[in-house]
């Protein structure tokens, strides 16, 4: 995989694919940090002569053209941050976005409208990544967070390019992630969070990548009833119960450490912060809800953490958007800060409690990809990745 920093920039027009799906509010961007983790990427490219074509998607429209989804309030957030005018043209492909991308001068920039306007990009359809490769000599990936999908803009359209690489921000996560492909031991993977049947081939990946597992937020239940324990009225995909079993029994034969919170915090509903208390794990009532690891847990992770030399962590503790239960969470978070190990975090929501705690800047690596980085840990590559040669 090539870098942007090896690629003839000076006067071509370079179709620059990132991630600007950042929320919108009233018509504005909501947040811009995409936006502005993008902007070295693009600056560099500015400053090399590139002729620069950028284009994103943003939520799900469908393949249907949704106002509501464009990317013109992007354009003006943009022009904002980089200080310099943006041009927005409201398509992505055809005649005229063909012609204007003709007329940009060197270092002028180009937004393109979203890309899931049309079915042919989700669907990868090959003409549809024909049209796109027309409008450019270069190609440049930036967008992590949607390396994962092998959709026409990530896949098909760079497969038509000869000069082709990967932005700052690829790159940067390209290398950090690869450092859990081969790490340092012993390797630990934490993981929590709701999504646990999206999340399979990651937890089965890790359970083989990493020396010693530990398992807590909504993950921990299944791995509870899988132990035949009741786990009250607590978030369970009954489905996803003999995952549970069939990691433990790896484990087991694989003599790695699998460690399952030993108390939780329970209440009747996330909402019921006055109801909260600490429980064993062979006593969660079964009107209340585990919501959040107690605090011997946390001081068992801390323990078995101290020889580790790398960790990767995935996934809240536990509700963490309603005290109290968002202690379990807080308090990894700030270990991880801690510790002398390489510590990446990846997930959306993981990271988020992670930068709510005030110490994402003191992990080795905090990635941008939620999906992706997880793709990334299980197969060792991306579509995207792949798609650049
Ligand atoms: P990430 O985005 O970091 O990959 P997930 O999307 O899998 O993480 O899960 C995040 C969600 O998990 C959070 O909204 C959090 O409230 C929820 N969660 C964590 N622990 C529990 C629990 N014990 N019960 C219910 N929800 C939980
Ligand atoms: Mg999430």
């Not at 087991?252 to 006055?274: C, H, N, Q, W, Y």
């Not at 992770?301 to 030399?309: N, Q, T």
């Not at 990334?376 to 792949?386: A, M, R, S």
Request: glycine content about 12%; aromatic content about 4%; proline content about 5%.
């Amino acid at each position: 995989m090539r870098s942007i920093r090896e690629l003839p920039l000076e006067g071509k027009r370079l179709f620059l694919r990132v991630d600007f799906n950042v929320p919108l509010q009233d018509g504005r961007v909501g947040d811009a940090t995409r936006i502005v983790q993008t902007l070295p990427t693009i600056r560099h490219a500015m400053e090399r002569g590139a002729r620069i074509l950028c284009a994103s998607h943003l939520g799900k429209p469908g393949g249907m053209r949704r106002p509501g989804l464009s990317l013109a309030p992007v354009a003006v957030e943009l022009a904002a941050r980089l200080g310099r005018p943006v041009r927005f043209v409201e398509d992505c492909v055809g005649p005229e976005v063909e012609k204007l991308a003709g007329t940009l001068g060197t270092g002028e920039v180009l937004l393109l409208e979203n890309l899931r306007f049309h079915a042919g990009e989700e669907g990868n359809d090959p003409e549809f990544a024909r049209r796109l490769a027309a409008l450019a000599e270069v190609y440049v990936n930036d967008a992590f967070g949607a390396a994962h999908r092998a959709h026409a803009s990530v896949a098909g359209a760079a497969g038509l390019f000869s000069e082709k690489g990967a932005g700052l921000l690829l790159e940067k996560e390209v290398r950090e992630l690869s450092r859990l492909l081969d790490p340092e031991r012993p390797f630990a993977a934490i993981l929590g969070g709701a999504k646990i049947s999206g999340k399979i081939d990651t937890l089965r990946a890790l359970s083989r990548r990493a020396d010693l597992l530990l398992i807590g937020g909504g993950m921990a239940n299944h791995f509870v009833s899988a132990l035949g324990l009741s786990v009250g009225r607590s978030l369970l995909e009954e489905d996803s119960v003999p995952l549970a079993r069939e990691i433990l029994d790896f484990c087991k034969r694989e003599g790695k450490t699998i460690a399952l919170p030993s108390d939780f915090v329970v209440a009747s509903s996330p909402g019921d912060a006055a109801g909260a208390r600490t429980v064993g794990i062979t006593k969660i009532p079964e009107d209340a809800m585990a919501l959040d690891v107690g605090q011997k847990t946390l001081e068992q992770f801390e323990r078995l953490l101290e020889p580790v030399r790398t960790i990767f962590w995935n996934g809240p503790m536990g509700v963490f958007e309603k005290p109290p239960f968002d202690r379990g969470t807080k308090a990894l978070a700030m270990l991880l800060a801690e510790s002398s190990a390489v510590t990446v975090v990846g997930g959306g929501e993981s990271v988020a409690a992670a930068r709510e705690a005030g110490v994402a800047d003191r992990f080795t690596h905090v990635s941008t990809g939620g999906g992706a980085s997880l793709e990334f840990l299980t197969g060792g590559t991306l579509p995207g990745i792949e798609a650049l040669g």
